[in-house]
């Protein structure tokens, strides 16, 4: 025999796994701290500048 289910409680177990799915996406997109926020746009400044100064210039920028 087949298993019964009770629709709506299975109804309800989908969209809680659902809202934890977009919870767990969430808390790695927006949950750093602001020091770590910070540290990661200092490291992509830095790797700016260093990518600048190794740079060619051309003839004409001489």
Do not use: P
């Not at 809680?16 to 790695?28: F, I, Q, S, V």
């Not at 997109?29 to 700016?48: N, V």
């Amino acid at each position: 025999m087949a298993e019964i289910v009770n629709l709506r409680q299975a109804r309800k177990n989908r969209l809680r796994a659902e809202k934890e799915r977009a919870a767990d996406t969430n808390r790695a997109k927006f949950g750093r701290t602001k020091a770590e926020r910070e540290m990661s746009e200092k490291q992509a400044e830095l790797d700016a500048k260093r990518l600048d100064f190794h740079k060619r210039l051309s003839d004409d920028e001489e």
